[in-house]
C-alpha cells in the first residue's frame, strides 16, 4: 500500500525554463539566445545540483564566457532565478488534496542548489511538504542509490511504500531499481490525480 508520495521540483511542481528566465530582463533575441545557452549550462548546473561549486565560481566563469556588456544583466538573471519559478497548473491543489484528504505523508526530493535551499520558505507551494530534501545540502543526487537511499532513512518511508513522481526517466529508473514506485510526470497534474487515486483505490 502506497503510504508516502514524494514529488520532484523542477518541471513537477514548477516550470524551469531558462528562456523564461533570461526573457524576464533581456530582449535581444541574439543575447537572450546566448544567455540561455551560457548561464544555465549543465556543467554548472550538474556541479551546483552536487554542491561542488559556488554561485560565485559560476557567475565569474559565466562571464569569461559573454560580453562586458552582458555581465550586469547576466548576474541579475542568475541571482534571481529562484523568483522566476511559474507554478505549474493544479501541482499544489493536488499535494494538498494527497496530504489533507487522502491522508498520504508528501515529501520533496529535488537535484537543486543551496542557493535555492536558502530561498526555499519563500516559496509558497514547498508548505505543505513535510520534508523537503535538496541535494546539494545533503551531498546526493538523483539518480544515484544513495540519493533514494537518504530519503527512506531520513523520512523513515519504506521504498515499497512509496510512490516517487519526476518528469526525469533516468530518475524515474534509478527510483525503481531502489523499489520505489515511480510515476513519469508529463506536465498533465490531472492525469497524475487520476492514477493516484485509483492506485490508492479511490
Known amino acids: ?7 520532484d521540483y523542477g518541471n513537477v511542481m514548477i516550470r524551469f525554463e531558462p528562456s523564461y528566465m533570461v526573457g524576464r530582463y ?18 554548472y548546473w550538474d556541479r551546483l545540483d ?7 565560481e ?15 544583466v547576466s548576474e541579475e538573471i542568475y541571482y534571481n532565478w529562484v523568483n522566476n ?35 526555499a520558505s519563500e516559496r509558497e507551494e514547498l508548505e505543505p511538504f513535510e520534508r523537503c530534501i535538496f541535494s546539494a545540502v545533503v551531498g546526493h543526487t538523483k539518480p544515484h542509490a544513495d540519493m533514494f537511499e537518504y530519503l527512506c532513512r531520513e523520512c523513515k518511508i519504506k521504498p515499497e ?6 518528469d526525469s526517466a533516468k530518475n524515474i529508473a534509478g527510483a525503481e531499481a531502489f523499489g520505489i514506485k515511480g510515476y513519469l510526470f508529463d506536465g498533465d497534474s490531472a492525469r497524475l490525480r487520476k492514477f493516484i487515486d485509483s492506485l490508492l483505490g479511490k
Do not use: C, Q
Open 50 to 56: 552536487d554542491g561542488s561549486i559556488s554561485d560565485s
Open 161 to 166: 511504500e512509496t510512490l516517487f513522481v519526476d
Open 1 to 7: 500500500m502506497i503510504r508516502n508520495i514524494v514529488f
Open 85 to 119: 519559478l511559474p507554478e505549474i497548473d493544479g501541482m499544489s491543489d493536488l499535494v494538498s488534496y494527497v496530504k489533507d484528504e487522502l491522508g498520504v505523508r508528501v515529501f520533496l526530493l529535488s537535484n537543486i542548489s543551496t542557493y535555492f535551499a536558502d530561498h
Open 26 to 43: 533581456v530582449n535581444d533575441p541574439d543575447d537572450a539566445r546566448l544567455l540561455e545557452k551560457v548561464v544555465f549550462d549543465r556543467l
Open 58 to 72: 559560476v557567475v565569474e566563469a559565466v562571464k569569461g564566457r559573454i560580453p562586458e556588456r552582458l555581465w550586469a
